[in-house]
């Protein structure tokens, strides 16, 4: 009789990338992302949530509203609404994180049970706290095993430290006041026209700016000149239909990308997955 074949357990691909996001049911308005990238680079955008993640391994590195972050096992990525920011691997071996993607509406409440007023802003972007990272990644597993009594608990908790430890007033947005009402209008402008937009010339002689004057006042006020702000809006439109069981297709004629490969490559530059991807694990949850 000959000797029994010995089976090894497949070898993970170091430079294997996965990533899932799924609603969280312990929160209201909260999506919750776990995930791994290796090569994935994230360009300039925004969220019009909060962006808490966990780091479990690895390093991610990214740039922020206020500098550069460099966050490992243990840290905080924290992101507040409308902040732009980036996200590539800090070592080859890439990162991976659990991450909360909590409405304003979610921070806020807790942020009022603190005594704090507003909607609330942090002290830095890569934080140290150790608690409320522990509390955090505790809230994300309960909600991968279903459970949202658990899972909400220990994210209140954890956000709560967090809030506690780093949070603030949220600072005034960093505009000329003579230039405000330009600006509010030409992201009006955008919104309303985001499937067939103007020329940046267009959109400056709507306001009543210069091209080049109207640049440099929205790049202030948002973090991102018009171009690129366009495309923010047309992908958080894109997760709403997504959200909504919308065909991709469907989807990426209706927010104005030519076609659906336009669409992927842009979504996917935003979050890291595809749109398909993404809506068949949301509507999964």
């Known amino acids: 009789m000959g000797q029994p074949e010995t089976v090894h357990p497949p070898v993970e691909d170091p430079r294997a990338e996965h990533a899932r996001y799924w609603r969280f049911s312990g929160l ?3 999506e919750l992302l776990t995930a791994r990238f290796v090569t994935t680079a994230f360009v300039r955008h925004t969220h019009p949530t909060y962006t808490i993640g966990v780091i479990t391994g690895g390093i991610e590195e990214y740039t922020h509203e206020r500098g550069h972050a460099r966050v490992g096992p243990g840290g905080l990525a924290v992101v507040g609404p409308g902040e732009v920011h980036t996200g590539h691997a800090g070592t080859p071996e890439g990162w991976s994180y659990r991450v ?8 806020e409440d807790v942020a009022r049970e603190l005594g704090m007023r507003g909607t609330p ?8 706290a150790p608690e409320a990272a522990r509390a955090l990644a505790r809230a994300h597993l309960a909600a991968e095993r279903g459970e949202p009594l658990d899972a909400s608990s220990h994210a209140r908790l954890g ?5 506690s430890s780093h949070g603030r007033e949220r600072a005034a947005e ?3 006041r003579t230039a405000r009402p330009q600006v509010a ?25 210069g091209p080049f004057a109207l640049t440099r006042a929205f790049r202030a006020a ?3 000149p018009p171009h690129a702000y366009l495309n923010q809006l047309r992908i958080d439109r894109a997760r709403s239909l997504l959200r909504s069981g919308r065909r991709v297709g469907e989807v990426a004629a209706e927010v104005g990308f ?28």
């Open 28 to 30: 209201p308005d909260t």
């Open 100 to 107: 909360f993607y909590p409405s304003p509406a979610v921070v």
């Open 121 to 128: 802003a942090f002290t830095d972007s890569g934080i140290h």
């Open 159 to 163: 956000m709560g430290l967090l809030l």
């Open 174 to 176: 960093p505009v000329e």
């Open 185 to 209: 209008l030409a992201r009006e402008v955008l919104a309303e026209r985001m499937v067939d937009p103007p020329t940046l010339e267009e959109l400056a002689a709507r306001v009543g700016m």
């Open 222 to 224: 948002h973090g991102l």
């Open 258 to 285: 030519a076609d659906q490969s336009h669409l992927t490559r842009h979504f996917k530059r935003h979050l890291g997955v595809p749109p398909g991807t993404y809506q068949r694990a949301i509507l999964a949850s």
